[in-house]
């Protein structure tokens, strides 16, 4: 069974609670970078986050916001960049988001017990 599977108990009150449920599925599948940081941030309060991201990392999804962190060929990225060559403050930015990106999988407990949650660069 994977983690991302909610219990079979679960009852339809919780499932609507969902941010996923709730909004246009697309938001956590979108091109822009606004509509994935809002799917991101409804992620937060989410109460099946955790299982969300390990099964997300367990399966090595390829792309997509999954418990809250955006993967991208199978993979966390900090965010998706907009198309075109990026500024130096954006990817100082990037370093500084991939820091706190690695330290809420750490907190998550995903980063030292999988060994295949790995970073873009």
């Known amino acids: 069974m994977s983690l991302a599977l909610a219990p079979?108990?679960?009852?339809?009150e919780m499932e609507?609670?969902?941010?996923?449920?709730k909004f246009d599925p697309d938001l956590w599948f979108s091109d822009s970078p606004t509509e994935l940081e809002l799917a991101k941030?409804?992620?937060?309060?989410?109460?099946?986050?955790?299982?969300c991201l390990a099964g997300a990392v367990e399966r090595a999804e390829p792309w997509g916001v999954w418990g809250g962190e955006i993967f991208e060929r199978g993979a966390v990225v900090p965010r998706k960049?907009?198309?075109?060559?990026?500024?130096?403050?954006?990817?100082?930015r990037d370093a500084e988001l991939r820091v706190e990106a690695e330290a809420r999988l750490a907190a998550s407990g995903l980063s030292e017990a999988r060994g295949a949650v790995r970073l873009a660069a």
């Open 41 to 51: 941030s409804l992620c937060g309060d989410c109460p099946l986050r955790v299982e």
């Open 16 to 21: 609507a609670n969902l941010p996923c449920r």
């Open 8 to 12: 079979l108990d679960m009852s339809v």
């Open 81 to 92: 960049r907009p198309r075109g060559r990026p500024r130096k403050e954006d990817v100082a």
